[in-house]
């Protein structure tokens, strides 16, 4: 009974004081004005981290180029570096380089010094054409690209056969594959975005290099589940 007694006792005091530590800490003015001062600080400092992440975060990013396009994605963290002109081996010789650029508008000119090779041989570089119509582009179109920078990426990947991108990725665009003909010289795959522009010049056939959409065959590729003459999507995501 007795430590029954003392227990009681204990709690009650114990709740007794913390009561009255409380009742003073709403009645001293100073003591709030400290922990208003103490909980300011605190926010201050999570507020520069938060700043200090973006810094940092802003200092790095990935690069990739939207082909059929004059622009980047309407997205936040993507700018467009430069708008440009496709550039590439003509689509029946056997030389030249194997990938296709992006050509900026406004090129830079060369030295009038620059030395010549004794037997003048040099590679060549053409525009690029669309070899089908889709919505806005029309069979012999020029084609356009872009070159775009992702703020705070550091991966940039092209999935074949997919319009949707991994957990933990952003699309930047989706479309269909292209390369040049199965008859002809050897050439990239290239996604090409679905809803394509087109340099504003003649239609004219010109060729150069030739994008082709890429359809399926069946054999050594498994069907199912790909289906035969088919023609494969793409889609390009940054992470």
């Not at 050594?220 to 035969?228: D, G, I, Q, S």
Request: with cysteine; hydrophobic share 30%; proline share 6%.
């Amino acid at each position: 009974m007795r430590v029954a007694v003392v227990l009681v006792v204990c709690l009650f005091g114990g709740y007794h004081a913390n009561h009255e530590e409380k009742r003073i800490l709403l009645n001293d003015p100073q003591m709030m004005e400290t922990q208003i001062n103490d909980l300011q600080r605190q926010v201050q400092i999570l507020k520069d981290e938060l700043t200090q992440v973006r810094m940092q975060k802003s200092q790095y990013g990935t690069t990739f180029v939207i082909w059929g396009k004059k622009s980047c994605p309407q997205l936040n963290d993507t700018k467009t570096l430069y708008s440009g002109v496709v550039g590439g081996s003509f689509y029946t010789e056997t030389g030249n380089g194997a990938n296709t650029l992006c050509l900026p508008h406004d090129p830079d000119s060369i030295d009038d010094h620059f030395p010549i090779h004794p037997d003048g041989g040099s590679a060549h570089l053409y525009g690029g054409e669309y070899q089908f119509s889709l919505k806005n582009v029309g069979y012999q179109d020029d084609v356009p690209c872009a070159v775009c920078r992702v703020t705070g990426a550091t991966s940039a990947l092209m999935i074949p056969g997919k319009l949707v991108c991994p957990v933990g990725f952003v699309k930047q665009y989706q479309g269909f594959l292209t390369s040049n003909s199965y008859s002809e010289q050897k050439s990239e795959y290239l996604c090409l975005d679905d809803n394509p522009d087109f340099v504003e010049r003649s239609r004219e056939n010109q060729n150069g290099k030739l994008f082709y959409p890429v359809v399926t065959v069946c054999g050594t590729l498994p069907c199912p589940p790909y289906k035969n003459g088919s023609y494969v999507t793409c889609s390009l995501c940054t992470a």
